[in-house]
């Protein structure tokens, strides 16, 4: 399929940003409702096709003054290095969204991201210093864990833009559950969360999915909180 991207795109200095996507011939079972607490996606279906209406908070993180405590017994059945690594972070900063900002710049200047097909695991991650999304994924789910916070594996597509172009790349990430209260995204390969994010069904598989292509072709004002 081809559809075409009606891609509304706002400053990153703005703490919500709004995304329209206009799918002309999309699988309606590949893609879902979907809400936490820094993103919202909408499905609406038109006469032209699947709008995907998105909005994300991109400075979500900066208002997480949750103050972490160590779960010692998840910790235990980590490999060590893993603890070494939580431990060093949680002496910068002991608060989430602190913390959050300095797991991501030390997953960027520690492990170096790899298309390949290498073992995704943490000991290989952090043996080998190369990863995918998955391998991002599992190491910074056991350092999260190690720090007492929960999460689980999200999957969909990060629209990366290319010179105007959007190209949707099959991704994984990570949502973060604190308490049983607050759910939101975090996307331990790179900093903040934007509206750049499709969600997709849990149960599909990506072989599945056809990669589509879009275009930038509009940009609207800024949406205040």
Not at 89 to 111: A, C, E, M, T, V
Not at 141 to 150: F, K, N, S
Not at 193 to 210: G, L, M, T
Request: hydrophobic letters at 40%.
């Amino acid at each position: 399929m081809t559809p075409l991207l009606l891609f509304i795109l706002l400053s990153p200095i703005q703490e919500l940003v709004n995304v329209e996507l206009l799918l002309p011939s999309p699988d309606p079972a590949i893609f879902c409702d979907y809400g936490n607490d820094n993103f919202h996606q909408r499905l609406q279906p038109t006469a032209q096709g699947l709008k995907i209406s998105i909005v994300a908070d991109t400075n979500y993180y900066e208002k997480l003054s949750f103050r972490l405590v160590p779960d010692p017994v998840y910790a235990a059945a980590q490999d060590g290095r893993v603890r070494e690594i939580c431990e060093h972070l949680l002496q910068q900063d002991p608060y989430l969204g602190p913390f959050l900002k300095n797991l991501n710049l030390y997953l960027r200047s520690h492990i170096r991201y790899d298309s390949e097909e290498i073992a995704q695991d943490v000991p290989a991650v952090l043996e080998n210093r190369r990863a995918n999304c998955v391998g991002f994924s599992n190491l910074a789910q056991g350092l999260l864990g190690c720090a007492g916070i929960h999460s689980r594996f999200a999957k969909g597509f990060f629209l990366e833009n290319r010179h105007g172009e959007l190209s949707p790349v099959a991704h994984r990430w990570l949502e973060v559950e604190i308490n049983g209260q607050r759910r939101f995204f975090f996307d331990p390969q790179y900093p903040g969360f934007a509206s750049a994010y499709i969600v997709v069904q849990e149960e599909v598989s990506f072989p599945q999915v056809e990669k589509f292509k879009g275009f930038l072709i509009q940009q609207i004002k800024r949406v205040s909180n």
